[in-house]
Structure formats: C-alpha cells, structure tokens
C-alpha cells in the first residue's frame, strides 16, 4: 500500500471521531495530531527524497538496511547466508533443525513474567495493598448493598421484599390521604369494611404485616373485584397506605364487618401487635 493511502486512511480515521460526536477539547486534540502526523510524514517524505536522490539509493538499500537490522536484531535471527554454519546434525525425515538463539523479545516476555510474579506476590499477598478476587468481590458486593439502600430509600427499588413499615406522621397522614380518596368506598371510612372485609382486626384473607399488605395493595385481588393499584400509584405511595392501614389495627369501628381469613400474628416484633 501506498504511503499517500495510509496517509488518507489515518486522516479519514480521526475526521470520522470529529464528525460523529466529538466535543471540543476531543476536537483540539484530533487537529494536533494530525498536524503533527502531517509534520512527520513531510519529514519522512523528504528523506525519502534524499535517500533516493542524493545517494543515488535506487534499489532502496539505505532504506530497508535500518528495517532489516532492527529486525535481525529483535529476532537474533541467523541470516540465510550462514544458515548452514547454526544447522544441527541430528536429520528427522528429512527435516533439520537450526540452532537459532531464543529471540530478545521473546526473553523480555519470559523475564517480564517472572518480574510480574513476583511484584504481584509481593503487592498482594505480603503487603496486602492489593486487593485479591474475594477482597474484591466483598468491596464491590459492599458497594451494591449501599447503593441498593439508597434506591429503596428513595423508592426506586421499592417493592414486597425492601418495603418496611413507617410510623412517621407525615407518611401516615400521605396514606391516609391517599386510602380517603381510593380506599373508603370498600373499606369503609374506618377500615371497618363495607364490600371489602374489616381492616382494624388481627384476621387477614391475604396476610397481614407491611409485606403482605403492600403486595395486595400492589397486585390487587381481581377475582373479589380489588385492582392493582401498582399502576396509579408510586411504591412509595403504596407504602404509605400500607402503614396506614396497618396503623388502623385495634381501632375496632362500630359496625365493623365480622373477622375473615385467618389470625395473623407477625413474627417481627416491630410489628408484633399485628
């Protein structure tokens, strides 16, 4: 390939990152580089003038005579000239084996290896500075656990598994708000029941307790004609509701329904009265 190719491939490559998106530092950077990149390929040009012109260099021996050097030198390659002076005695089929030096690159792998061990050694598991896979995975998973408290504080990642019962006046007074304007024409202004079955005794068809109130809430209960209410309201407003109607427990309304379902006792003891 052609170096005016190449040239073009690489200029095409950064005005492509500047036209797609690119902000304008990213931009003010892209425009030095290829200046620079410019630079260089004119003072690369110019010595290939040189080469060929003043040291009537036709065949491009100069040029290539740095190339193949460092490449002898990187390989430790014996030339082919003097292939037969590093072949080996020992014949296999026909097949003969050079006696070739083990490259120098191939060495600073090897050596750079070992030196890696042992800083890796050293960092890890006699100072302790590092952290190895479970230290890791303990701070990430540490890392998890506060972000995921966060989002239930938030009401993000609120749901049947994280909601907790709240007893503050600002949330119950939200609830019941909220169970005045959806929740009266079933249960009564009271809890006592109506359509719906009494809400203020220790018997419950679904379950009592903050988890299983709010998942009924949640959910709904189709077949007795109870909605989801997960799609008008927020978890957190379902949370809300939840205290409140759990806060409504022991109240005992005049003309409350008579108890359905079953005695719930809840086996948390911040909500042992339920």
């Given at each position: ?121 050293i ?58 304007k ?14 719906g079955?009494?809400?203020?005794d ?16 949640s ?11 997960k ?22 309304p ?21």
């Amino acid at each position: 390939m052609k170096l005016y190719k190449i040239y073009t491939l690489i200029v095409f490559f950064f005005s492509s990152n500047v036209i797609f998106g690119a902000t304008d530092e990213s931009l003010s950077a892209v425009i030095k580089i290829m200046f620079w990149l410019t630079v260089l390929m004119a003072l690369f040009i110019a010595w290939l003038i040189f080469v060929y012109s003043e040291k009537n260099d036709y065949n491009g021996d100069l040029f290539l005579k740095p190339i193949i050097g460092f490449k002898n030198y990187a390989t430790r390659m014996a030339p082919l000239d003097k292939e037969s002076e590093i072949l080996l005695d020992h014949d296999f089929d026909g097949i003969k084996e050079l006696d070739n030096r083990v490259p120098p690159w191939f060495n600073f792998l090897f050596y750079g290896t070992m030196l890696f061990a042992a800083v890796y050694l050293i960092n890890y598991h006699v100072i302790g500075s590092g952290q190895v896979q479970e230290d890791e995975y303990n701070s990430e998973m540490a890392a998890a656990q506060l972000e995921r408290t966060i989002l239930v504080k938030s009401g993000v990642f609120l749901n049947a598994e994280t909601v907790t019962l709240k007893t503050d006046p600002a949330v119950l007074n939200e609830g019941k708000e909220l169970y005045t304007k959806n929740c009266v024409s079933c249960h009564g202004n009271d809890g006592g029941g109506i359509v719906g079955p009494n809400l203020t005794d220790d018997y419950w068809i679904h379950g009592g307790g903050i988890k299983n109130v709010f998942t009924v809430i949640s959910e709904g209960v189709p077949a007795k004609g109870m909605i989801s209410w997960k799609t008008q309201l927020t978890p957190t407003q379902i949370q809300s509701v939840s205290s409140f109607v759990i806060s409504m427990h022991g109240t005992n309304p005049a003309n409350g329904k008579p108890a359905e379902g079953n005695k719930y006792v809840e086996a948390d003891s911040t909500n042992s009265n339920i």
